[in-house]
């Protein structure tokens, strides 16, 4: 029963480094996204995915990238670290509510990557 | 553009006590849907509720209850007979239509409830 599975939990890069945080769901949801929650500001949407080969941009993209190969997996790519980056991020997952259906629209997240950016 | 206000930053209470947690929302969107989440020092964020704009009925899931309110754009959560446990950050968040109800879900920025023995 893994649900949304995130790598790696913790994470300390230097400014300029690349990294890429994976992300992966065996739940058929048809949507992921990523979120960064920083102190004070709650959860802030980066880039989502409505389905496989389908992104799009959240609330705070800039210097995040995404690709949605496969259902399953929805990996974050940080080009060029830069210290204001350092936050927590999660990966969330669900089936796509639908007006009309019972869906709850529950995101299911993972339990989040800890990232610090010297 | 889509804006949940959650006033409050910090709350504390005695354990029993009642505690309600506002949240008043903002979008141009006839068709809308609001969410409350929990945090628990644990870090992990769990789903509380989902209300559709078109379904104003107020909920209530044994200590827990909501009131929706269109007219003043407020989705308040109130517990009832507080516990130790409920001590959490609570994020109220709001998604449109647009596409698939839960998508570019909009958070506010968290209450953070102290519930002291």
């Known amino acids: 029963n893994a649900g949304v599975t995130q790598t790696p939990k913790f994470q300390v890069l230097k400014t300029g480094q690349s990294m890429t945080l994976q992300c992966a769901q065996d739940m058929n949801h048809e949507y992921m996204s990523w979120y960064r929650q920083d102190p004070g500001m709650g959860l802030r949407l980066i880039h989502y995915s409505v389905g496989a080969g389908i992104t799009d941009q959240g609330e705070v993209p800039n210097g995040y990238n995404v690709s949605r190969s496969t259902t399953e997996d929805f990996p974050l790519r940080l080009l060029s670290a830069a210290p204001s980056q350092t936050s927590v991020y999660f990966c969330?997952?669900?089936?796509?509510?639908?007006?009309?259906?019972?869906?709850?629209?529950?995101?299911?997240f993972g339990e989040g990557s800890r990232l610090t950016v010297l | 553009a889509q804006k949940v206000t959650q006033a409050q930053t910090e709350i504390s209470v005695v354990e029993k006590e009642d505690v309600t947690l506002d949240c008043v929302y903002e979008?141009?969107?006839?068709?809308?849907?609001l969410f409350w989440y929990k945090q628990p020092p644990s870090g992990e964020l769990v789903f509380l509720i989902r209300r559709n704009s078109f379904d104003e009925q107020n909920e209530i899931s044994g200590r827990y209850s909501w009131n929706f309110q269109k007219s003043t754009s407020s989705f308040n959560f109130t517990i009832t007979a507080s516990q130790v446990v409920d001590s959490a950050v609570y994020f109220c968040a709001l998604s449109d239509s647009n596409t698939g109800a839960n998508s570019k879900l909009t958070f506010g920025k968290g209450i953070t409830l102290s519930v002291r023995p």
């Open positions: 969330a997952s669900s089936y796509l509510v639908l007006a009309g259906l019972q869906n709850t629209g529950e995101l299911f």
């Open positions: 979008t141009r969107d006839t068709t809308y849907y």
